[in-house]
């Protein structure tokens, strides 16, 4: 299993400001994901956090919004950039342990409660 | 990716069991289907994963057609504890872990 942290649990922003979102797990890990879950709605993947080189964006997502690092196996950050209160949401840091199978569990960190004024 | 259809609410009494279904008619042969669970105000939770078999573990079983078109997550006796939203997802071994909608268990006292 894997335990896995966010710092800030919640945050209250003004729009135009930037976030940084960290995640710490507590053992190294392959596979780390970033995703993001609206009001009332089912989780949405932003990124996958790979470590030593740039994240990979899905459709929707792109680097200069939510910049992502992984400058090691068990520490990621999202930053969420010049916030706007359609950026109020839930981010959520998630963790695989093993890369061949893809089969295996995710887990996933308590989450970052981002609210945008 | 292949999509999975799940009832977007469920509810079922406290100690009987709940069949929480999903329907995933374009299934690979390479995906396997997974289920997680989302308690308020936390991350989502691994329950099961299967690929052709019925599962069990502690927390629930997995009933999968013979066909894998369709499954259903079985929780042997519910408790208020077990009141989440439940997704179903498949899963092949490239690809990321990507949620629907799920389902919303109210458990009733």
């Known amino acids: 299993s894997a335990v896995i942290s966010q710092k800030p649990s919640r945050d209250i922003c003004q729009r135009g400001t930037s976030l940084t979102i960290q995640c710490q797990v507590d053992?190294?890990?392959?596979?780390m994901f970033w995703y993001r879950q609206q009001p009332g709605q089912s989780l949405t993947l932003i990124a996958t956090?790979?470590?030593?080189?740039?994240?990979?964006?899905e459709s929707g997502f792109v680097i200069d919004k939510f910049p992502i690092s992984r400058p090691n196996l068990t520490f990621s950050t999202l930053t969420v950039s010049n916030m706007s209160p359609e950026d109020s949401s839930i981010y959520l840091c998630?963790?695989?342990?093993?890369?061949?199978?893809?089969?295996?569990?995710?887990?996933f960190g308590p989450g970052t409660r981002l609210t945008v004024l | 990716d292949a999509k999975t259809t799940q009832p977007n609410s469920m509810e079922s009494n406290e100690e009987e069991p709940v069949h929480l279904p999903c329907n995933h008619s374009?299934?690979?042969?390479?995906?396997?289907i997974h289920w997680y669970r989302q308690l308020p105000s936390q991350g989502p939770e691994y329950v099961i994963h299967?690929?052709?078999s019925n599962v069990n573990n502690r927390m629930a079983s997995l009933a999968i057609a013979e066909d894998r078109k369709s499954s259903t997550l079985i929780l042997h006796r519910a408790t208020l504890r077990d009141a989440a939203v439940y997704y179903c997802?498949?899963?092949?071994?490239?690809?990321?872990?990507?949620f629907g909608a799920g389902t919303r268990l109210t458990v009733k006292p």
């Open positions: 998630s963790v695989e342990t093993r890369l061949a199978f893809r089969g295996n569990e995710q887990f």
């Open positions: 053992s190294q890990v392959t596979m």
């Open positions: 956090a790979n470590q030593g080189s740039e994240a990979t964006y």
């Open positions: 374009t299934i690979s042969g390479t995906d396997y």
């Open positions: 299967g690929l052709t």
């Open positions: 997802i498949l899963r092949d071994v490239n690809n990321d872990m990507r």
